[in-house]
């Protein structure tokens, strides 16, 4: 496909690889098209984007060290914005249209309370708890090495980031007849968080508005790509009881994005549902060609991490819990700290809760000291926690029960075996004798050190790149200096990263 082998020479962003999986899935399989990869233009066969694994030559559609296009980087000089509130300043000028790009994408400007009015609850509802500022970001927190910023990314921040990425791309026209894609910037999502079971009669009316409003559009009823995203698991977005979105019959003329997706459950109506990575605490500016010191140059002496709550959500996890003398509250240079004889630490817990204000500080620079970080499944089979492993350097250790794989973002594109480590079931669950210290410490040397490898080769491709560089004007300045004050909004979840419960 002509239009997405021409993203790929042009553009760095993730979620132009993402847009591109919308748009394959609209022009179905089997056509040609053209891949660009380190400067290799390829030629193959389209696959199927439900596939299974990938091979290697199915390589990634964008390279990190592809180039932005010039215009976008003219478009970039000339932004003044201010990305703490996400506003383009009025003396900025900033027109997206013109620009030329392969495809342009719409975004509809929706009614408020569609979006904004539902962001305005949650600076009162549980404030410390969501941060949505800087574009669905999150608040900043520190950066890791120029151009690697620690935001306070929230699981469920995937509407409000992708809708905010969207407005900020070249790819968006504001004119709807140019355009080839629609997007439904809806926070359904976060709707159903906050409502949830008390008043699902209020997301319902919502919904139902949502699409009283779509209908309303000659381009929903004509039937032109429309794509849009879920804040939360696809399961919990397409429930009766508290979000029946994925429940409306019109959802199934749109395509989602979602955070996951599982293939025991079909989707409600068959819609088309991308798995694409959460947001993770990590992000990359834009404009990055070679860095990720910190990746390589971390010393790693914990060799097994978990990073979790201590909710005992299943009796697998549990088992695993189990098998953790280690468990700590403290971050790492105050668990070391009280340590000071030992120099290596086989398997540590770090306790993590929901809206903790110090997890969000602490995660990711535990990760970064750890060779494996747990993933065990929870309330669902995947975890912000694996994104924000591989964005740490630290190998995922997957222990699916078997026959209920999820779809991980870009398995298609990316051979999973050779950067995660899978623990089978049966192997846990055949003998108490068998421990998680036990699998990992038996895989030979090489081997993880090839793991290793692989996980910094592919990280990037597993963030949400940020689009003005990380300065607080986009037309320039520096990357903002390391500042890791406690005290802000939120973590990651720990035991019970999925659903969200009511503190
Ligand atoms: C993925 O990588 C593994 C390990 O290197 C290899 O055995 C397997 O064949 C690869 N899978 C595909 C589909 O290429
Ligand atoms: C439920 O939402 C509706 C519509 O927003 C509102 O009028 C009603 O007061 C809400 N009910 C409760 C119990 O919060
Ligand atoms: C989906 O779009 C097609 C037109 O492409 C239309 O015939 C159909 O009614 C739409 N379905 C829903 C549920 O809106
Ligand atoms: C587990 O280990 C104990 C103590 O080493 C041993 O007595 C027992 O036979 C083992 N059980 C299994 C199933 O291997």
Known sequence: ??????????????????????????????????????????????????????????APLISRREKETEEHQQQRGHLRFDPKTCTVLPSAGVSTNGVKTPFKIYIYDLPKKFNQEILKIYEVWHARCYSFEFCGFGARLFNLESGVHVHDSHQFSLEVLVHHLLQLSPYRTLDPEQADLFYIPAYIGLQC??????????????????????????????????????????????????????????SANITFLSIERETRYQSALNQRVITVPYPSYIHLDGSVTSRYQYLHSSSRNVFILLAAGTRRSNPYRSLILDQFREKTHLSYPEYTAT???????????YITKECDHSAKYSTVRWMLQSVFCLQPPGDSPTRKSFYDALLTGCVPVLFPYSGQGPVWAFQDRLNFTKFTVTIPYKYMMYSKNNSVYQYLAELPVQHVESLQREVQRVAHWFQYSIPWGGADNAGGGDPVGEDSPRGGNIDEGGGSPWIHRKP
């Open 193 to 250: 968080l906050y409502a949830s079971f008390d008043n699902v009669s209020a997301t319902n009316k919502l919904i139902n508005e949502l699409f009283v409003y779509l209908q309303s559009q000659p381009y929903f009823a004509s039937g032109k790509p429309h794509f849009s995203s879920l804040a939360k698991i696809e399961r919990e977005m397409q429930s009766i009881g508290c979000c029946p979105y994925l429940l409306h019959p019109q």
């Open 1 to 58: 496909m002509r239009l997405c082998g021409r993203v790929v020479a042009c553009c760095i962003s993730v979620l132009l690889v993402i847009i591109c999986e919308v748009l394959l899935f609209h022009r179905h399989a089997g056509q040609e098209y053209m891949e660009k990869k380190d400067g290799t233009v390829y030629t193959h066969r389209e696959q199927k984007m439900s596939g299974t694994a990938s091979s290697e030559n199915r």
């Open 339 to 349: 340590n000071q004889r030992r120099s290596e630490f086989p398997m540590v817990m």
